[in-house]
């Protein structure tokens, strides 16, 4: 699926959003909830927008079951929703830091469960402290960065629901 046109999408339904942080958001909501329904993210974007753009409502949904699909399965494709690699990094890095923004707002406002282990907290406040990460960057070094970053969070997501999922499951067997 194609950023740009996602992105466009997103900003024209809510100009303060990007799909990077709207992705973040759905990633968030199916960590809580692999079952959740796309209208329940649908409407969390429009929620500060009078604008309606139901012709591109179904790229939103297919963005969505995507990202559940992904996240769902064993072999390991889940990956954030950003600029692709021929991007500026500087725009990349931003997009990473809506999308750690996104992520942690669905974590706030989804969660009923306050009993995170150690290791999940200590993934949250990492992912918090992308928030804060430099858009001033460039070469190879920042690059690399770059990379080790977004491969952690792939892997910190999937742990993430995981444990969620397993918790979820132990308040309701």
Not at 84 to 104: H, I, M, V, Y
Not at 115 to 131: C, G, M, N, P, V
Request: hydrophobic share 40%; net charge negative; aromatic share 8%.
């Amino acid at each position: 699926m194609a950023y740009n046109a996602c992105n466009a999408i997103i900003l024209e339904i809510d100009p303060e959003l990007s799909a990077a942080e709207a992705h973040g958001m759905a990633t968030g909501l199916l960590c809580i909830n692999e079952h959740a329904e796309s209208d329940v993210w649908i409407s969390e974007i429009k929620a500060n927008s009078p604008t309606t753009v139901e012709n591109d409502e179904s790229i939103l949904v297919r963005l969505f079951n995507e990202t559940q699909k992904l996240l769902i399965n064993d072999e390991f494709e889940f990956d954030l929703f950003l600029p692709d690699d021929d991007q500026e990094l500087s725009l990349q890095t931003e997009a990473l830091k809506n999308w750690c923004r996104g992520f942690l707002y669905s974590m706030g406002s989804v969660n009923t469960t306050t009993s995170f282990s150690k290791d999940a907290i200590e993934i949250l406040r990492d992912i918090a402290e992308f928030t804060k990460l430099d858009t001033e960057v460039a070469g190879e070094e920042d690059e690399e960065a770059f990379m080790e970053i977004t491969e952690y969070l792939r892997s910190a997501v999937l742990l993430l629901k995981a444990e969620l999922m397993h918790n979820n499951e132990a308040i309701n067997p």
